[in-house]
């Protein structure tokens, strides 16, 4: 499949309220959009790496940079018959490489008239979703926001945490929920001094315990995990298959957390998941607040099997003030925590010129042979 053209767009969308986690308060999200066109169709992609270098190294600009400046200019005008070895040589900046990889199957799915949950290797036509809160120093308004989710149906909360976050709160909520799917994300704001804070978690009957250490810590994960009767989910940590397999050979955790952006894209993303079955661990899909066109994404690689626990996926409206893209993820009618699997070829998310405008950060113009 040739690559006629190209274009990249820096974007920094604003969030209805800040959104509070270990790293601090983001009131607004960059993320880098990319448009491939080849066969007289297009195909878009995203990647939503964070305003600044917190979440992992990378970082809007500078993702965008590499994709405006080295990605593209490399990409227009060849052949490509496999994106999963489209930049090989490029270390890290796997935000940089999903931007554009995402984009290539959303391509070769509007040519072959296939959708993305063809080529994640998903069968379902619809899937859980959960739902995620903050950190929240009031209790009482965070127990309002749990009750509404539980009592609406919602199959698991999520809630974040952070040095600040006190085990009585979260007891709080268990006591007031003691039916309910709970699981905490501590986005590697801990150390191995945490540990014995970490083991009262145990006693909350907890899902899992997301990321509690940081990123590069697999050793320390899987002391912790051995500690621990509650399953250690890993995200920042697994940047590539590899870093499962290390993680997995340690027993640094039970459970993956599975994000194309962190991971390079789809076919990385898929394989992690496959990996993640075939290890009997359980694996669940997140975001990084992207816009429709990454969720889109998202939803996919949550249409398979290997997604054991209800997804990390929205409706814009959840987080936005306006949507970027006319056709957002859609509840099924099974219920408001289900999300159908669109067959639309490709990615069905398209963005709208009037939002895209007044997000509009930086574009690198058409990049054509």
């Given at each position: 499949m040739?690559?006629?053209?190209?274009?990249?767009?820096?974007?920094?969308?604003?969030?209805?309220?800040?959104?509070?986690?270990?790293f601090?308060?983001?009131?607004?999200?960059?993320?880098?959009?990319?448009?491939?066109?080849?066969?007289?169709?297009?195909?878009?992609?995203?990647?939503?790496?964070g305003?600044w270098?917190?979440?992992?190294?990378e970082?809007?600009?500078?993702?965008f940079?590499?994709?405006?400046?080295?990605l593209?200019p490399?990409?227009?005008?060849?052949?490509v018959?496999?994106?999963?070895?489209?930049?090989?040589?490029?270390?890290?900046?796997?935000?940089?490489k999903?931007?554009?990889?995402?984009?290539?199957?959303?391509?070769?799915g509007?040519?072959?008239?296939?959708?993305?949950?063809?080529?994640?290797g998903?069968?379902?036509?619809?899937v859980?979703?959960?739902?995620?809160?903050?950190?929240?120093?009031?209790?009482?308004?965070?127990?309002?926001?749990?009750?509404?989710?539980v009592?609406?149906?919602?199959?698991?909360?999520?809630?974040?945490?952070?040095?600040?976050?006190?085990i009585?709160?979260?007891?709080?909520?268990?006591?007031?929920?003691?039916?309910?799917?709970?699981h905490?994300?501590?986005n590697?704001?801990?150390?191995?001094?945490?540990?014995?804070?970490?083991?009262?978690?145990?006693t909350?009957?907890?899902?899992?315990?997301?990321?509690?250490?940081?990123?590069?810590?697999?050793?320390g994960?899987?002391?912790?995990?051995?500690?621990?009767?509650t399953?250690?989910?890993?995200?920042?940590?697994?940047?590539?298959?590899?870093?499962?397999?290390?993680?997995?050979?340690?027993?640094?955790?039970?459970?993956?957390?599975?994000?194309?952006?962190?991971?390079?894209?789809?076919?990385?993303a898929a394989?992690?998941?496959?990996?993640?079955?075939?290890?009997?661990?359980?694996a669940?899909?997140?975001?990084?607040?992207e816009?429709s066109?990454?969720?889109?994404?998202?939803?996919a690689?949550?249409?398979?099997?290997?997604?054991?626990?209800?997804?990390?996926?929205?409706?814009?409206?959840?987080?936005?003030?306006?949507?970027?893209?006319?056709?957002?993820?859609?509840?099924?009618?099974?219920?408001?925590?289900t999300?159908a699997?669109?067959?639309?070829?490709?990615?069905?998310?398209?963005?709208?010129?009037?939002?895209?405008?007044?997000?509009?950060?930086?574009d690198s113009?058409?990049?054509?042979?």
């Amino acid at each position: 499949m040739r690559i006629d053209s190209a274009r990249a767009y820096l974007l920094r969308m604003p969030l209805r309220d800040p959104w509070t986690t270990s790293f601090g308060a983001q009131p607004d999200i960059a993320t880098v959009l990319v448009r491939l066109t080849g066969d007289g169709v297009d195909g878009w992609g995203e990647a939503a790496p964070g305003t600044w270098p917190l979440f992992c190294g990378e970082w809007g600009r500078a993702t965008f940079a590499l994709v405006r400046d080295y990605l593209l200019p490399r990409l227009v005008g060849t052949v490509v018959d496999d994106a999963g070895r489209l930049f090989g040589e490029v270390r890290g900046n796997t935000f940089a490489k999903a931007a554009v990889e995402t984009a290539w199957w959303a391509l070769r799915g509007a040519v072959e008239q296939r959708p993305l949950s063809h080529y994640a290797g998903g069968t379902r036509s619809a899937v859980p979703a959960g739902a995620d809160f903050d950190i929240h120093t009031d209790t009482d308004e965070l127990l309002v926001k749990v009750g509404d989710a539980v009592g609406s149906g919602c199959p698991r909360v999520k809630l974040k945490m952070g040095r600040q976050t006190t085990i009585e709160q979260l007891t709080e909520v268990r006591r007031a929920f003691p039916a309910a799917t709970l699981h905490v994300d501590g986005n590697a704001g801990f150390t191995r001094d945490d540990y014995h804070h970490l083991e009262r978690l145990d006693t909350l009957g907890l899902a899992m315990i997301e990321q509690p250490l940081g990123a590069d810590d697999l050793l320390g994960h899987a002391e912790l995990q051995r500690r621990l009767a509650t399953p250690v989910c890993l995200d920042e940590s697994i940047r590539s298959p590899h870093h499962l397999d290390l993680a997995l050979e340690l027993g640094s955790c039970r459970f993956v957390n599975v994000k194309p952006g962190r991971v390079g894209g789809l076919r990385a993303a898929a394989e992690i998941g496959r990996m993640a079955a075939d290890a009997g661990i359980g694996a669940v899909v997140g975001n990084m607040l992207e816009s429709s066109v990454g969720a889109h994404v998202c939803l996919a690689l949550a249409s398979c099997e290997w997604a054991t626990y209800p997804a990390d996926l929205f409706g814009s409206e959840r987080f936005f003030r306006r949507p970027l893209a006319a056709n957002d993820i859609a509840l099924a009618p099974a219920g408001a925590w289900t999300y159908a699997v669109p067959q639309t070829p490709g990615n069905p998310a398209v963005p709208l010129d009037d939002v895209l405008s007044e997000w509009l950060v930086a574009d690198s113009g058409e990049v054509t042979p």
